[in-house]
């Protein structure tokens, strides 16, 4: 199994302004996914991180809006730019294990953009 | 990923099985089943998965039907902390592919 952390765990912003969510794993994984979960919506993916080449963005996802950094094996990040009250989300980063058929999740980020 | 249908909402008495039912009909010959579960306010959880045998853990079975159309995911002992939104999907790999959630049933546990 997997243990996912994210940070900052909720946070409002203001309109214009930007935010990075980092992901933590406690083991190393190939691959990363980010999500987002509009409020009452199911999960829509929106790239797909793997340590050492860029991010696959998902139709309607940009790296402009959405630039991500996936610097090692254990670790990502997800920008959130120029945001607007749409943005308002909450974000989940997921991993898959080598050996493994499923996907873990970490625990969301929970943003308001004012 | 093949599309999947599921009721938006079932209701379940604790302590009775629950039975979430989901229909796959288009599932292609090597996409597995697989079931989801997300407790509000975090991340999903994985339950099970199946190809076409049916499957137990100790959360929940998965029956498969012979054509492979339909599934069911049942909880036999439903308790108040199994409320939540389930999530059934069909993908050739959950692990290092992406997942595609639909909308899920949710389920709520009565007292």
């Known amino acids: 199994s997997a243990v996912i952390s994210q940070k900052p765990s909720r946070d409002i912003c203001q309109r214009g302004t930007s935010l990075t969510i980092q992901c933590q794993v406690d083991?190393?994984?190939?691959?990363m996914f980010w999500y987002r979960q509009q409020p009452g919506q199911s999960l829509t993916l929106i790239a797909t991180?793997?340590?050492?080449?860029?991010?696959?963005?998902e139709s309607g996802f940009v790296i402009d809006k959405f630039p991500i950094s996936r610097p090692n094996l254990t670790f990502s990040t997800l920008t959130v730019s120029n945001m607007s009250p749409e943005d308002s989300s909450i974000y989940l980063c997921?991993?898959?294990?080598?050996?493994?058929?499923?996907?873990?999740f970490g625990p969301g980020t929970r943003l308001t953009v004012t | 990923d093949a599309k999947t249908t599921q009721p938006p909402s079932m209701d379940c008495a604790e302590g009775r099985a629950a039975n979430l039912p989901c229909n796959h009909s288009?599932?292609?010959?090597?996409?597995?089943v697989y079931w989801y579960r997300q407790i509000h306010s975090q991340g999903p959880q994985y339950i099970i998965h199946?190809?076409?045998n049916n499957e137990t853990n100790e959360m929940a079975s998965l029956i498969i039907t012979e054509d492979r159309k339909s599934s069911t995911l049942i909880l036999p002992h439903a308790t108040l902390r199994d409320t939540a939104v389930y999530y059934c999907?069909?993908?050739?790999?959950?692990?290092?592919?992406?997942?595609?959630f639909g909308i899920g049933t949710k389920l709520q546990v009565i007292p």
């Open positions: 997921s991993v898959g294990l080598a050996g493994t058929y499923e996907q873990y």
């Open positions: 083991s190393q994984v190939t691959m």
């Open positions: 991180a793997n340590q050492g080449s860029e991010a696959t963005y």
């Open positions: 288009t599932i292609s010959g090597n996409e597995y």
């Open positions: 199946g190809l076409k």
């Open positions: 999907i069909a993908t050739h790999s959950g692990g290092y592919q992406k997942v595609t």
